[in-house]
Structure formats: C-alpha cells, structure tokens
C-alpha cells in the first residue's frame, strides 16, 4: 500500500437554498404527522429551490464556495464533473450550465448519473482520469433540485426529499492521505423501483404522461429500504477490504442519508458505534448526490475531521446502484 498511487480532496463547499419546509408545513399539504415523518424517516426539515433556482444554480454556488475553501480559481481546474439525477435539461449536461456559469471555456465539462450514489461514483472516475494524467484537478459536484420533481400531493414520497448541493476539488496526493480503495456496483434489473418514468425516450413526453403524473420520482419505499441496507452494508465491507482495514479502523462513517431507519440499520450491521456515524437527514433529507459532499464539508467546519481520520463513505441509489469508498484524511 505504501506506494500506491492516490487522489485527495483540497477543498470542499456546499449551498443549500435558503427556503426550509419543515413537517409541520407538510401537514397542512398532505395527509401525514411531524411524528409518522420523524419516527419513520429521521427528517424534519428540508431546503427547497426557488421557482428561479436550477439544479446547476445550487451547484454553481457549491463550486464557488469550495474554489474560494481550496484558495483556487477557476482557471486551476481542468475537468467539471457534475453528478444529479435533476439535470436543468435533459441536454446539455448540467456540468455545461455550470461550466457556462463559471465561465471556465477552458474545460471538458460532463454529468456522472448514478442514482444517489453519483457522487462517489464520480470519485471513482475522477480518481481514474487524475491517475492517468488525462486531467489534473478536478472539480466534482453533487447537486439536486428534488422538488422540481416532486409529486407534492403524494405522502409516500413528498415528505422524503430535499434540494442541496456540495462540491469537491480533487487532486493527486503528494503523501499518504487520500481515497484508499473502493467498491462499486449497480443491478439494473432493478430499475423499475425508483425512477422518473417519462419524458426520456422510452416514454416520451405527452398531454397523458403529465396527466399520470409519470414525470415526478416514483418508488417502491419498502423495497428499496431492504436493498440499501444489504447494499450498504456490503460495499462498505468490501471497500475496506480492499484498503486492508476492519470496521475498527473508521473513525468517521457517513453513510447516504435516504432513511434514519437505514443508516441505523447499516450501522448496526457493520457494529459502528452510534457516535462514529454521520447524520444530518433531520436538517436537509435526502438530497441524493449532494449528501455526502455536504457531509464531508459540514465535518470538516466542526474540525471533526484531522490528518489521518479514517473516512467510510457509502452510498445507494436507483439504477440500483451502491458504492463505497474508504478514506484517509
Ligand atoms: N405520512 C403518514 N403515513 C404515511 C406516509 C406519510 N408521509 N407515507 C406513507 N404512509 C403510510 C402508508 O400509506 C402505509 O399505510 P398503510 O399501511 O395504510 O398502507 C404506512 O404508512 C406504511 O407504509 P410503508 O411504505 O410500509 O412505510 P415504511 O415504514 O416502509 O416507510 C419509507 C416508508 C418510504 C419512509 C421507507 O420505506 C423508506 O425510507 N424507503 C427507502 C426510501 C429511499 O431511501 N429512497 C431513496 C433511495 S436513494
């Protein structure tokens, strides 16, 4: 391991936009209670986008936030990566909306769509092209705009989601800190229990697909619940596998925040102690891709994270997909 080549994160930033809903303002919306959302989900607020805000305006502002956190400008970086599952257009890819905001024409600039796990999949392939010379720093964001398609009159769904977006700036390690391994996956036979079924090729856009309501998030809650704990659970312990570390060794574990109910589930299957697991879904829900980035930047604020903490960060999302990836601070 000793010599192993590895990329690291330089700086980190996220935004979230200002508007907060909270479970009291869904019970005047739908039939449901602060205490079914809390006991059931974890969640007590999210933050909404405003009617004007796309997915790549919450983006563009993450990114500022960590160039200035990282004391870079746009002309130090040379790839965008964005990952969403909200893109502003189906085309061009939200990384060029938030290329043409930074005004940084001197880049390649594309999207990573991996369900909620986009954004450590992105990790995988930013690794992969700093690695082989092919870019040398890069700017990976995870940004969502959830409640542009959200079904607002459905209960099993509406209450879950949130709008957020975090970045990272990643580079070549010069010593031993940095990602140490990962593990990916994905099961595409699963597609159907989480998905936006229209306004894609395989059922394009029509007076009847937005009079079934087929252009909002729909999902099996249940199934997808018994997925990402065993999911979970699995890439975590392979990843730290292939860094050659035990479950001893985290010390920080910052698992996708979809459900309390499953981060405590993982958590109990891989025995991590209730203070070494990272939760902030009561705050901001679930905002898929930009979870983890947020996470990381909101530990690094509460100087939680030091030279050398050990890092598990674990994620799954439609497509099915999951990930992890194990990382020395
Ligand atoms: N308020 C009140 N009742 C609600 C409700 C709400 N917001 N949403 C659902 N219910 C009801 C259901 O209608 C159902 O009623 P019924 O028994 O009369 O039919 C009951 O609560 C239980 O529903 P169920 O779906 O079995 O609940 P659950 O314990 O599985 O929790 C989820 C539902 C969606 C919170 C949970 O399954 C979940 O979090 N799944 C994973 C979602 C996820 O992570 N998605 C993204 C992956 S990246």
Known sequence: MANKRRIKIIGTGFYVPDQILTNADLEKMVDTTD???VSRSGIRERRIASAEQATSDLCLEAARRALKNSHLSVKDIDLILVSNNTPDTLFPATACWVQQGLQADHVPAFDVVAGCTGFLYGMIVAESLILSGTARRVLLIGGETLSKITNWKDRNTCVLFGDGAGAAILEESKDDSGMLSFYWKADGSLANLLLMPAGGTRNPASLQTVAENLHYLHMKGNEVFKHAVKRMGEAAEEALKRAGLTKDDIDIFIPHQANIRIIDA?????????????VNIDRYGNVSVACIPIAIHELRQQKKIKPGTIIVLDAFGAGFTWASVVYRW
């Open 35 to 37: 205490e079914w959302i």
């Open 266 to 278: 993982v958590g109990e299957r891989l025995k991590i102690p209730k203070e070494k697991v990272f």
